[in-house]
């Protein structure tokens, strides 16, 4: 009975194996019609990899729960589910950034004999997310706090962007997509996050008072707001509300 809440944090890491999977498959990249005109192709497999990460998700806020429901934490339990978010979220997010880099170079001039070098820094983000999680386990004070950003919130965050660019027929948002330079200052800004001590918040609650809970009920009642407003696009926004609204943890920390 012990180790159930660890086969939840295996079926994490499968799903994030199954991510990371489809996305290799998707085969990514340009086609030209018969009348010459090169065109984008991302085929439908590369969502698959965000319904997999989404999956990954869920299950790794069941484990938790299961873990404390059948009192069953453990320290291996937190070794492995750190081990699986390494790859659903650090790994097959990285995966889906390599695959928008490929496209990206490919529509410049001669970007189809464009070096290996421009997709590397891809690998940035799970290196950040290896990090972020080692630390993490060694330091206990993370429990109504994070220091950095979540390893799961980053790997959303990336997620979604794939049925983003599917759903958006405006240029502008397919040229962001499409801009390599876009994607290296993505993976900065969200590898930096990850490492950084920015306190931000948890979604654990002591109790469920607004009273003491305010930013993490503004966070859910905002979130649920965005996601009837605006689908897939509503991901980055709450992102963004997400470290806005823990902003002022800083000053509460430090007094």
């Given amino acids: 009975m012990k180790h159930i809440p660890n086969l939840f944090?295996?079926?994490?890491?499968?799903?994030?194996?199954?991510?990371?999977?489809?996305?290799?498959q998707s085969g990514i990249g340009l086609i030209t019609t018969p009348d010459g005109v090169q065109m984008m192709n991302m085929p439908e497999q590369i969502f698959m990899a965000s319904l997999y990460i989404g999956l990954a998700a869920v299950?790794?806020?069941?484990?938790?729960?299961?873990?404390?429901?059948?009192?069953?934490?453990?320290?291996?339990?937190?070794q492995l589910d750190s081990l699986a978010d390494v790859v659903s979220f650090g790994v097959a997010p990285a995966m889906i950034i390599y695959q928008f880099l490929r496209l990206s170079v490919a529509r410049e001039a001669d970007g189809l004999d464009a070096s290996f070098v421009w997709l590397l820094p891809a690998l940035l983000?799970?290196?950040?997310?290896?990090?972020?999680?080692?630390?993490?386990?060694?330091?206990?004070?993370?429990t109504y706090h994070f220091?950095?950003?979540?390893?799961?919130?980053v790997g959303l965050l990336v997620a979604s962007f794939p049925l983003i660019f599917w759903n958006s027929t405006a240029e502008a948002v397919t040229g962001v997509f499409l801009n390599k330079w876009v994607w290296y200052a993505i993976v900065l800004l969200l590898s930096w996050l990850m490492v950084s001590n920015m306190p931000l918040l948890s979604l654990k609650f002591k109790d469920y008072s607004f009273r003491n809970n305010m930013?993490?009920?503004?966070?859910?009642?905002?979130?649920?707001?965005?996601?009837a407003l605006f689908k897939w696009s509503a991901v980055p926004l709450i992102f963004i509300a997400y470290i806005l609204l823990s902003l002022p943890l800083k000053k509460k920390i430090a007094s």
């Fill in 147 to 153: 220091k950095g950003v979540p390893v799961p919130a």
């Fill in 215 to 227: 930013a993490k009920w503004i966070l859910i009642i905002l979130a649920i707001i965005l996601i």
């Fill in 9 to 24: 944090t295996i079926l994490n890491l499968v799903f994030g194996c199954l991510a990371i999977i489809v996305v290799l």
């Fill in 59 to 78: 299950i790794d806020f069941l484990d938790g729960f299961v873990a404390r429901l059948m009192k069953a934490a453990s320290p291996m339990g937190k």
């Fill in 125 to 142: 983000l799970p290196c950040a997310a290896a990090w972020r999680l080692a630390r993490f386990n060694l330091d206990d004070t993370q």
